[in-house]
């Protein structure tokens, strides 16, 4: 990770980018859950009373998992070489690096707040966010 300190107004700026990527990161993991799961069917499946699955159709779900997973580390690497925290993909809660009195802490936002309007020490979470 980088050292990114943010004021309110730089990570203000990057909220319409981060919706964008969070959008995609929780489309993408649901994709990625219904193939892992068709994936362990599969391998379940295979060679069981006949019905068997064919490596074929194996390899390519495996394919197809690799290549959502790959994605995801994508698009999560391109928020982290932000120096961001993500901390919740669901809800889409990150963390900015900043600082106040001298000491560092997170500036606190989650997916659908339109702006930047909580904080916390860099000991505690999310629970323990207090107001600007």
Same mark, same amino acid.
């Given at each position: 990770?980088?050292?990114?300190?943010?004021?309110?107004?730089?990570? !203000?700026?990057?909220?319409?980018?981060l @919706?964008?990527?969070?959008?995609?990161?929780?489309m %993408?993991? #649901?994709?990625? /859950? =219904?193939?892992?799961?068709?994936?362990?069917?599969?391998?379940?499946n295979?060679?069981? !009373?006949?019905?068997?699955?064919?490596? @074929?159709?194996?390899?390519s779900?495996?394919?197809? %998992?690799? #290549?959502?997973? /790959? =994605?995801?580390?994508?698009?999560?690497?391109?928020?982290?070489?932000?120096?961001i925290?993500?901390?919740?993909?669901?809800?889409?809660?990150?963390?900015?690096?900043?600082?106040?009195?001298?000491?560092?802490?997170?500036?606190?936002?989650?997916?659908?707040?339109?702006?930047?309007?909580?904080?916390?020490?860099?000991?505690v979470?999310?629970?323990?966010?207090?107001?600007?």
């Amino acid at each position: 990770m980088n050292e990114h300190l943010y004021s309110i107004e730089t990570a !203000n700026h990057l909220l319409p980018w981060l @919706e964008q990527q969070f959008k995609n990161l929780r489309m %993408v993991n #649901g994709d990625l /859950a =219904n193939h892992k799961k068709t994936l362990a069917d599969l391998l379940r499946n295979r060679g069981n !009373n006949g019905h068997s699955s064919s490596e @074929e159709v194996i390899l390519s779900t495996r394919e197809v %998992v690799d #290549g959502l997973t /790959a =994605n995801m580390q994508e698009v999560l690497k391109g928020i982290d070489d932000l120096g961001i925290l993500v901390r919740n993909i669901e809800m889409g809660l990150v963390d900015f690096p900043a600082e106040r009195d001298g000491r560092l802490i997170y500036l606190c936002w989650i997916s659908g707040e339109s702006t930047v309007a909580f904080w916390h020490e860099t000991n505690v979470g999310f629970t323990d966010r207090q107001s600007l």
